[in-house]
């Protein structure tokens, strides 16, 4: 053990609130890249740029090829800066660079339609979300190098969870009213890029300062030799309690940006309002606000693996009553979106509290090559969700449109709509749920503190 390894701070002790905070701010540019891309992105392809369902849905699949494969190889890189340096700090700052990608994502050149727009959008999407690699996969590696315990390693994301919801709700609110509301148009989106790219970098720089406050306060300490990067890529997919929480994760991760990229056709289509899209967005992300300490509470009685599935199946509960569409009425249908809120908070917290519990588990291994994957299969749920929506669109014949161009859809693509938003989520979730009971290490990880 080095000097870097001599923790400052008893695994049973809290981390002071400040850092903790600092370290949590860094989540809201996360929020910002994680949310708007997820919620606009498929309707700014189809209806304001007018690229078709099947072309839109394979533009923002085919970047997240790339991150499959480089993500790994970031949190290889991740654990050789730490052996060598004692932290990860370049990389981090090489990822503030994310703003300048997501500004550029809906900037997209006056007179660009279809599939020259499409082209752009894919570029700009593999710059984007390669930065949001580099400073991702270095922050959430941070709660398996400090040397905590298993409750305050809940406690720490429990912080950045919150942050995190702040940063969905103000980007998943904003977003839809910078592009101009219901008369969204191409400067919109630019100008909404723009301001919101603003917010993400200085919240992303303020998160660089927190993690390292948080690394002085509990004491954190680095890999003396680095493992190689297929070795530690193999050593994690080995890891059977990884792949079960991964695999689980994914099919999370797929729902959740399926619903987000159906809220603005299911609020125009099947309920006839577009403007209700920052309602049923203020609907699933502001409980997460509220519920995220009850939550923690919950997780500190039973422990983050029953917590965890009680959210999967109330996720799951709540899609289907959406399934039913404007018959169920809008108060009902909101309270269900809102019980998708509940669940999505649980889920955003507990599966993140997890991981850096199996990289202990597993005698510290290369934890920016365990978070590599992480992050690679949230960037491939991130893709397949509104892919799978697409898939709908085109299976129900939805007609693509220019901005400002009014569009009559036929039956089908209505129907298409409303089940995409209602019954795939809950087939997924429970997918989803299936995988979460092959997790067993929970009770171990629980008991040792």
Same mark, same amino acid.
């Given at each position: ?12 002790? =809290? ?6 905070? &600092?370290? !949590? ?102 710059? *984007? ?11 959430? !590696? ?6 905590? =315990?298993?409750?305050? #390693? ?12 702040? @940063?969905?709700?103000?980007? &998943?609110?904003? +977003? ?16 909404? =890029? ?15 300062? *927190? ?6 306060? %509990? ?16 050593? !994690? ?37 577009? %403007? ?9 992300? +502001? ?5 995220? $300490? =009850? ?31 404007? $018959?169920? @009425?809008? $108060?009902?249908?909101? +309270?269900?979106?809102?019980?998708? *809120? ?10 993140? %509290? ?5 990289? #202990? ?6 934890? /920016? ?26 299976? @129900? /014949? ?7 161009? $009014?569009? !009559? ?39 040792? /503190?």
């Amino acid at each position: 053990m080095t000097g870097l390894d001599t923790p400052h701070r008893a695994p049973g002790i =809290g981390l002071p609130r400040g850092p903790l905070v &600092g370290f !949590a701010t860094g989540s809201l540019g996360m929020g910002v890249w994680v949310t708007v891309p997820g919620l606009l992105l498929l309707y700014f392809l189809t209806d304001v740029l007018a690229v078709t369902p099947w072309l839109a849905g394979l533009t923002l699949l085919a970047p997240k090829v790339v991150d499959v494969l480089l993500h790994p190889w970031v949190g290889h890189r991740c654990d050789v800066q730490l052996a060598r340096r004692g932290d990860r700090r370049a990389l981090l700052l090489l990822g503030c660079l994310l703003p300048v990608a997501f500004a550029a994502l809906f900037a997209v050149p006056g007179g660009l339609t279809g599939a020259p727009a499409a082209g752009w959008v894919a570029i700009c999407f593999i710059a *984007g979300n390669l930065l949001f690699a580099a400073y991702q996969v270095p922050y959430l !590696a941070t709660p398996a190098d400090l040397r905590i =315990g298993y409750h305050e #390693r809940t406690r720490l994301m429990a912080f950045r969870m919150v942050v995190l919801t702040a @940063g969905i709700l103000v980007a &998943g609110l904003l +977003a839809p009213l910078l592009t101009g509301g219901d008369t969204a148009t191409r400067a919109g989106y630019q100008r909404m =890029g723009l301001l919101l790219g603003a917010v993400t970098a200085v919240a992303m720089l303020v998160g660089v300062v *927190g993690i390292g406050r948080l690394r002085r306060a %509990a004491g954190a300490g680095g890999q003396g030799h680095p493992t190689g990067g297929w070795r530690a890529l193999t050593a !994690a997919l080995r890891d059977r309690q990884f792949r079960w929480l991964v695999a689980a994760y994914l099919a999370m991760s797929t729902t959740t940006h399926l619903v987000l990229a159906g809220v603005p056709y299911y609020a125009e289509y099947a309920l006839g309002r577009p %403007a209700l899209t920052t309602v049923l967005v203020a609907a699933f992300v +502001a409980p997460a606000l509220l519920v995220t $300490p =009850g939550w923690l509470t919950v997780a500190r009685r039973v422990g983050k693996q029953r917590a965890l599935l009680g959210a999967q199946g109330a996720f799951a509960a709540g899609s289907l009553v959406l399934a039913v569409g404007r $018959p169920a @009425g809008l $108060p009902v249908l909101v +309270a269900a979106v809102a019980v998708l *809120g509940v669940s999505f908070a649980g889920m955003q917290l507990l599966p993140f %509290a997890m991981v850096p519990d199996v990289i #202990r588990a597993a005698g510290d291994p290369a934890a /920016g090559t365990y978070t590599g994957v992480w992050t690679a299969t949230e960037a491939t749920g991130a893709a397949l969700g509104p892919y799978a929506y697409a898939l709908c669109l085109t299976v @129900g /014949g939805f007609v693509a449109s220019a901005g400002g161009e $009014p569009v !009559a859809q036929p039956d089908a693509a209505l129907t298409a709509i409303r089940w995409g938003f209602g019954l795939l989520p809950a087939a997924l979730m429970l997918a989803a749920l299936l995988l979460q009971r092959r997790y067993t290490l929970d009770g171990a990880a629980r008991a040792a /503190g």
